[in-house]
């Protein structure tokens, strides 16, 4: 099982803080795609994932257990 | 002590100094980042600051190291904000204290900006006639790899 | 509230933020000077600061003048300390507000190159094997017109 | 009369914080070049004029009731 979490506008379009889905074996890619048709998620190609709270690439394999989180643009300071 | 915090509280500026008072230092900066009534001419009524708490702090603590390694001698301390902030009200505090006073700027100017490029943070913006989260200062940068190119994770 | 000050007393560092927070600046730096223990490998034990009082205030307000007039916006506050001061102890706190962040560094950066430029403090070092006032830092600059010149007086 | 303030090493030398004696009429760098003398004062050339709290050159002319300061090198900050 895994746990995506949503930050700023995906959350808000999402409707949810995190959602319990089992990822593992997708790429980070295949998620995002997925998510994005689902839930109609906007600009993805701004957003940056991590992956058990470090930066992913695109190509990176999820694996069972892994924390997700997707990263719209910063805006802190 | 913490160096690196994410604060629901508003953030006491004197202690964030204190964390990095060294006998070897001779000068400290700090950078204390405002809430501004007026952005383009637009009027904040006031902001929320949100973050990926756990992330957040990791990526604080990977800046720090950064500064460290590039600014021999130098000790840094940040603490940010997040929850709902009124004009004037503090959002984050940057300490850096070095030996030497050149160095204390640059490397206080340096934490700033990659807070701003790798912190997960995020702020909406309420304004009389809506709100609404704001991205990159100028909603121009992409990630076509999925995560920050080179370019943005080494200055 | 006066913006530009020689205190006697410890300065609390708060109290001179505090004095340039405004509803348009999005960002405030301070510098905060610290009495090193080291210099170039000598060990200070402590410090007297000593000021010809009613001309470093003028001075220091000079400065604020010229900060305020080359960035637009800016609000600024400094307190000199003289007295007898030990080591991390605070000699001089500068606070500035800009609109903009890059403005806030540069603008503060200015203002402690000016201190160290046209405001009558000394420092007296005592080290363990004896003291000495220290005149500006590579004792190389001289006056040869009594005052200082034109490269001295604007940056 | 004028008060005459020395500060830091100067102070030091001369023994007194201030000094008062008629000087008016005379120019800064003939009263530097005195008290230099009379004093034994290191490093003139290095000195700084402070005639009523504002930098005056080495020519100006002192006038009665003029506050004058000895600056040596300032190290605050």
Known sequence: ?77 | MKLYEISKEPINIQDVIDKVVQREAGAITTFIGTVRELTYGKKTLFLIYDAYEAMAVKKLEQIGREIEERWAGSQVAITHRVGRLDITDVAVVIAVSTPHRADAYEANRYAIERIKEIVPIWKKEHWEDGEEWVGNQLETKAYPSGKPEEGDLSE
């Open chain 1, 1 to 77: 099982m895994n746990k995506i979490l949503f930050f700023a506008h995906l959350r808000d379009a999402v409707g949810e803080e995190f959602l319990r889905l089992d990822v593992s074996g997708k790429t980070v890619a295949e998620l995002k795609a997925e998510l994005s048709e689902k839930y109609d998620l906007p600009r993805m190609e701004t957003v940056m994932t991590a992956i058990n709270e470090e930066f992913a690439s695109n190509d990176e394999v999820i694996q069972e257990g892994d924390e997700i989180a997707f990263i719209p643009p910063v805006s802190g300071g």
